[in-house]
């Protein structure tokens, strides 16, 4: 039945009813309703819910866990085993270069309160397509898809979890205004030579200097204003092609007739 499906989804990817509440703009008495089966939901919950689970709204509705799947090249297990749902593969050079770019944003400001997962979430984002639109190169070259909330890496959580394991991230949780979240701090410093050279470094910065006093529903506000967010479709990985159709709201590039 639906609400034991939705259930389990929460629970395997260990999220609290809080959370989802949250997310759903609920009490967390209504949404235990739901889990429950004592309330329907609606198509816009189920929307929400299918962004959260990071499955298809149609693999939700079908009660069918099809979930996101990250292959590293030249990872050996990558291969080894029938995988299904919408494969993105990463190179391991991007991996690794992630992963210190990672490290040096949390250096710089995640002991701050308002800096959880999904305000990391927005920080690379922006990182990542900022630079792309004022270079037209990458800097990570990760891959995001499209969420409710905004812009998600899709690496993220298996670089946080290979950095736990190596003991270079610690997870820690926490609450910002009374809501639950999830942050990292790091235990050892970055890499900087695999951020290749000092102009990634200084744009880094800019964005961190812009951006990371705001909270994630302010940081969500500002990427649902970003064309690449607004024309990619749902769960699908978003253009870094778009950021040239950026309105003055989020483009950082000053163009010219020549451009």
Request: no cysteine; hydrophobic share 35%; charged share 35%.
């Amino acid at each position: 039945m639906k609400q034991e499906f939705i259930k389990k989804l929460r629970e395997d990817r260990k999220l609290t009813q809080e959370y989802i509440a949250d997310r759903l703009g609920l009490t967390r008495q209504t949404y235990s309703l739901i889990e429950h089966g004592g309330r329907d939901l609606t198509v816009n919950e189920a929307r929400i819910l299918a962004n959260l689970f990071e499955i298809s709204l149609d693999n939700f509705l079908d009660e069918r866990d099809i979930p996101v799947v990250i292959e590293i090249e030249g990872d050996e297990m990558s291969g080894k085993e029938e995988k299904t749902g919408l494969r993105i593969s990463v190179p391991q050079r991007n991996f690794q270069k992630f992963k210190e770019v990672l490290l040096y944003i949390l250096s710089k400001v995640g002991g701050k309160p308002n800096v959880g997962e999904t305000v990391l979430y927005k920080l690379l984002y922006f990182i990542d397509f900022d630079y792309y639109e004022k270079y037209e190169e990458q800097l990570i070259g990760a891959t995001y898809i499209k969420k409710n909330y905004g812009p998600m890496p899709v690496e993220f959580k298996s670089i946080i979890e290979e950095a736990i394991k190596n003991g270079e991230i610690i997870p820690v949780k926490s609450k910002y205004f009374g809501h639950d979240q999830r942050k990292y701090l790091p235990v050892r410093d970055p890499d900087l030579s695999k951020l290749i050279n000092a102009r990634e470094i200084k744009h880094i910065d800019e964005v961190l200097a812009r951006l990371s006093d705001f909270n994630a529903s302010e940081l969500t506000a500002i990427s649902h204003d970003d064309v690449p967010w607004i024309i990619a479709e749902d769960l699908k990985p978003i253009d870094y092609e778009a950021v040239f159709y950026r309105t003055s709201k989020t483009t950082v590039r000053h163009y010219d007739e020549r451009d």
